[in-house]
């Protein structure tokens, strides 16, 4: 009996628009986010950390943001430094995807081209830091992330 049930739930599967047999699995996964994160270096190797408005207990952090839907993880990186400092970025390298809860995180290296500027509302000011003088309003993950790779890609 289980056999037969299965091999008719199979027929209908194969018969159902593509279109229902997606919004069917996407209504049982889970749903989570995804954005970018970039350490971005100059000719000096400082590192660009961003004070954000949005980060109350951390105001100062990488930069980045979300990925749009259907965008690239690499476009999205090059476009959020271009909107928050007028940056472009070369020599850009995917380091580490991680999660967090229900959260997705694409961590580049890249480096800096032009000259970086509060170019979003969402940025209260720019600056390039010494590995070691990072600023203190950064969260402590962010800093590990940083000294890591950078000892780690000298």
């Given at each position: ?70 965008e690239d993880s690499e476009l999205a990186i090059k476009r ?60 402590k993950v962010q800093k590990e992330i940083v000294r890591n ?6």
């Amino acid at each position: 009996m289980f056999q037969m049930t299965k091999k008719l739930l199979q027929e209908i599967w194969k018969i159902t628009p593509p279109i229902v047999r997606l919004r069917v699995i996407r209504s049982m996964q889970k749903k989570f986010t995804a954005s970018v994160v970039a350490i971005v270096l100059n000719e000096k190797k400082e590192v660009l950390v961003l004070n954000h408005f949005f980060r109350p207990r951390a105001s100062w952090g990488l930069p980045g943001g979300f990925i749009d839907p259907d965008e690239d993880s690499e476009l999205a990186i090059k476009r959020e430094l271009q909107e928050e400092t007028g940056l472009e970025l070369e020599n850009v390298e995917l380091i580490k995807v991680r999660t967090i809860k229900k959260h997705l995180e694409i961590l580049f290296l890249a480096k800096g081209i032009g000259e970086a500027r509060v170019n979003s509302p969402e940025i209260k000011e720019v600056g390039w830091f010494q590995l070691d003088d990072l600023p203190d309003e950064m969260s402590k993950v962010q800093k590990e992330i940083v000294r890591n790779i950078l000892n780690h890609n000298s």
